[in-house]
């Protein structure tokens, strides 16, 4: 990120329109902002690795509800969802506060379970 702020930085010392410096820091902001959504994608599908994991390995146990896992897992694949169609708008509602909070305590929960499991 550094190396494109020094490439802004000389383009704006360069005889441009200010457009054209205007459009070229849209779309380094708009790159900065795909990697912090493209960030929590990633997060995302480490997750659902994790409860497919965890589905496999409680097959057959009667302690572990297979169902809520499944559950968790279909939650999860929509937010993926969400996430892939809204990639680069980090204002969007599925990055809020309340629905990264929702999967990091999925997260944690299948953690857990991972953990008594293995």
């Known amino acids: ?12 010392n360069l005889k441009t329109t200010e457009s054209f410096r205007e459009s070229i ?6 790159h900065k902002d ?3 959504t493209n960030e929590y994608i ?9 409860v497919k ?10 302690n572990f509800d297979i169902k809520e896992y499944n559950a968790d897992r279909k ?5 993926l969802f969400l996430m892939q169609s809204f990639t680069g708008d980090i204002t969007h509602n599925i990055y809020s506060k309340k629905n990264l909070e929702n999967l990091n305590s999925i997260y944690r929960k299948h953690s857990s379970i991972n953990n008594l499991l293995t």
Do not use: C, P, W
């Open 75 to 79: 939650s999860l694949n929509d937010s």
């Open 25 to 30: 820091s849209n779309f380094l902001d708009s």
């Open 42 to 50: 990633d997060k995302t599908k480490k997750i659902i690795s994790l």
């Open 34 to 36: 795909n990697t912090s």
């Open 1 to 12: 990120m550094l190396k494109n702020q020094d490439s802004v930085d000389a383009l704006s």
């Open 53 to 62: 994991e965890n589905i496999r390995l409680a097959t057959g146990h009667d």
